[in-house]
């Protein structure tokens, strides 16, 4: 599986951006990909999940009443619609892919990994 991440960018606090991961190669319904942000100085940390099928979402706390995951079957691309974005937001974001279903916040749930797509928030 191949993941390619894009629609990472620089925005002002409030704004928005939507990210979108690309998948091909072997991809099932039943997969989970999820998306996982790393800061300067700090450990990589889950975002937002989603079975392919679109049944189950999570997302962290954090982004919760701000984000939300979509996929789109037809294309293999999940899409992270992030809205009112923080400084604090600011991150490589990293979509990830897990061959088991299911809420998987953990980055050792994931075998496979994309390329990660900066994102910027300015104050």
């Not at 079975?51 to 979402?57: A, M």
């Not at 979509?70 to 294309?75: C, E, G, L, P």
């Given at each position: 599986?191949?993941?390619?991440?894009?629609?990472?960018?620089?925005?002002?606090?409030?704004?928005?951006?939507?990210?979108?991961?690309a998948a091909s190669?072997?991809?099932?319904?039943?997969?989970?990909?999820?998306?996982?942000?790393?800061?300067?100085?700090?450990?990589?940390?889950?975002?937002?999940?989603?079975?392919?099928?679109?049944?189950?979402?999570?997302?962290?706390?954090?982004?919760?009443?701000?984000?939300?995951?979509?996929?789109?079957?037809?294309?293999?691309?999940?899409?992270?619609?992030?809205?009112?974005?923080?400084?604090?937001?600011?991150?490589?974001?990293?979509?990830?892919?897990?061959?088991?279903?299911?809420?998987?916040?953990?980055?050792r749930d994931y075998?496979?990994?994309?390329?990660?797509?900066?994102?910027?928030?300015?104050?």
């Amino acid at each position: 599986v191949q993941l390619q991440a894009s629609g990472g960018g620089s925005v002002q606090a409030g704004g928005s951006l939507r990210l979108s991961c690309a998948a091909s190669g072997r991809t099932f319904s039943t997969m989970t990909m999820g998306w996982f942000r790393q800061a300067p100085g700090k450990e990589r940390e889950f975002v937002s999940g989603i079975v392919w099928g679109g049944l189950t979402r999570s997302y962290a706390d954090s982004v919760k009443v701000r984000a939300t995951i979509s996929a789109d079957n037809a294309k293999n691309t999940v899409h992270l619609q992030m809205n009112n974005l923080k400084p604090e937001d600011t991150a490589v974001y990293y979509c990830a892919a897990s061959d088991r279903s299911g809420s998987l916040t953990s980055e050792r749930d994931y075998l496979y990994w994309g390329r990660g797509t900066q994102v910027t928030v300015s104050s």
